[in-house]
DNA sequence: GATGAATGAGACTTCATTCAT
DNA sequence: TATGAATGAAGTCTCATTCAT
């Protein structure tokens, strides 16, 4: 991602903010390996253009990963100003985090981008402050009692990654349907008073942080996405 | 996967298997794109070899999965039999669904093999006995008592398929636990009581079969993999 | 080169010499192939402006040749002045010549610009001042008895094209050393009272001119370069 | 070039010497950046076979350096068993490496070659052989009082890189004249009492042994090539 | 005039799959 | 029947050059 663009000429930046447009469509659409010049074209650019703009694939999917996690917090904000308690925000904000795109674009996203989500770029930036409210609301949950408290953020942030998970060959609305309905099975599941305290150190945020932060290059760990 | 595998001279069936544990290996490693000369030389064979045995890459996921489904139901008619009540046999048998490596293959195979799973071959048989086992033990669970009814086997079977999946990037030991530990949040969600009911039609083995049968080729839906 | 620079405006003749002295580092130290932005960049222009000044890539080439011609001549003219024989001054010239830096221009520029050595513009003038120049030392130190007289001019021409070659991978230290001694060599070579006197034809000035002449475009004969 | 393909079916070490061939005849015409499609179809192959047999370009320039310093020294070997003195050997054997076509080639290959001269492969085999060959002529000449002695074997090998050098945009036969006569100078050059004493350190084949071995990868060096 | 954005052709590679040995 | 060689389509990326600002 890099740079975000502060200053391009104004013809850039539109032609910037199409291509990650397109991107993120054309992404959720046909999967990680979509073609960059099917890419292109959708955003009625020449792949010259998106090359000089991301100057490969990976710094593509930081840049819509990037403005993903940007639009997330924005609506995680707006759910703790507006929601009475940090359990109502938290579980708003999950519920839009599960929404159909959203959940295929980081299904897609995810795997490519988790090395580069430490860095300091501005990809850093954004999903630390994604990451900050989410602790917020996950730590206000459990003081206010209303969760369960043998589950760390780092548990529910991969919760999240793994529950927006779009079932592959799915058609959209029995996915739609899915999605919504196993997120209220997990809420019940992270509320107070679980039937079987878990006995494994919690996943904090910190200790997801510390992992990220080691990863290496050149890992081509399963991904689950090809 | 088609109806191979009965009359097979004994070195032919011994590469088919070699092939097919050599596949499984390599895919929930290296993911759904795993060259085929790699899996080839992990089990020992030439392409050729390989190619005569699975005409197309198609043809070998089936096979894998084949392989998997009839494992996992062994596995939980063996827990049917052990223990004293159906939610016991769920839980267990859910337990053994989400080792990590099992969990990998779903993943990567579930893609590539939706829409054969439903044809007639070996394969939709063997789906059929697992989907069938698991339909027990839901029922069995619910009219016990100790399973929400507000869900039907379908909805098992996706929480499946989306549980199982493995979060890319994440080294072994911290997939291994946040699984283990995801798990067991969502079998506190599918308990009876829920505080609050889903709304929505429950979606019932006959619904997800349905759906499968319908599936068109050449459709690159979603996949969330590659 | 073409016609330009005669009458431009002060910037924009900053802008060119700018341009060529860019280029003409850029392209000793990265080869042939050094990309049209980096050689903007280091000048401190614009792709856009630089190709203003050079319409296209040989353009710039014959540019840098022009300067580089120039630069020997009048090395080559002092040297004449300065030195009591022509002998002298022919030795003086052939290692200054050699400078490493030369020496690398030479072989890079070379092959994109012999055919238009020959043709009217500046560059052609250029290149018959530098040549003429040659020639009358060649012819002198013949005269004088100092060198052998089986070679022609464009015997001595075609040394310089050969051995102004800068070897490929060798260090700097190295490689001017190298390109030192094996010019004193060389010289040595040059001496009157060969050993044994060449029978072929020498190549003369006017040899190589005509041949030049005739040179077609589009033909991509054996550059070794690129 | 790693293994030179000791047990290749008969059909592939067929195609790969094919490929050598077509090759060497297409570098030698259009230098180092020939397409790689041109040499396979050249050599009657699809790129596919091509790249199988030589992963990358510069493995398939190994495999032509490699063929090409195995014929010469043969004919060096050739050369020292019929020649009365080792002078004489030198003499014909730099003659016979001075023919045009080799000159051409090896322009080509070296610079991209370099870096694997000294590895263990067969190619560092090939290349110690030839080295050695040298090395015996040279040292033995210098021994007879033929040769100069302040020039190492090193020194010898920079100049044949120098010298093999063809003379881009020049026609075969002007080429071909001046190749002949050149090395005539350098070979006078190269004999006892030279007029002036070189005072620098002469190279060794040692030195440039050490050299070749600290070259680094990622090194884009001037190269005069491309 | 200067700038730097956009274009698109073309090079390099990688595999899935077919086929000769 | 097994093998591994050959094929060629498809995708990624780089740059020379043109053109809007």
């Known amino acids: 991602m890099t740079e975000e663009g502060a200053e391009l000429r104004a013809d850039a930046r539109r032609n910037r903010e199409r291509i990650i447009a397109a991107a993120a469509a054309v992404l959720a659409e046909r999967g990680a390996d979509a073609p960059m010049e099917e890419i292109a074209r959708r955003a009625g650019v020449g792949v010259g253009t998106l090359y000089r703009r991301f100057p490969d694939r990976d710094a593509l999917f930081r840049g819509v990963m990037h403005s993903l996690l940007v639009r997330l917090t924005a609506t995680g904000r707006r759910a703790q100003a507006e929601e009475p308690d940090a359990w109502g925000a938290l579980e708003r904000f999950l519920r839009e985090t599960a929404k ?83 997120l209220e099975v997990l809420l019940d599941g992270l509320r107070a008073t679980p039937r079987r305290v878990l006995t494994s150190e919690p996943i904090h945020a910190a200790e997801l942080e510390a992992e990220a932060m080691r990863s290496h290059h050149g890992d081509h760990q399963v991904t689950g996405s090809s």
């Open 100 to 182: 159909l795109r959203t959940a295929s674009l980081i299904t897609v996203l995810r795997p490519r981008v988790v090395r580069s989500l430490q860095a300091d770029g501005e990809l850093g930036v954004a999903r630390r402050a994604w990451f900050g409210l989410l602790d917020e609301m996950v730590l206000g949950a459990q003081r206010e009692g209303a969760m369960r408290t043998d589950l760390g953020t780092g548990d529910v942030t991969l919760m999240i990654a793994v529950f927006t998970r779009r079932v592959p060959g799915l058609p959209e609305d029995l996915a739609g349907r899915s999605l919504e309905r196993h």
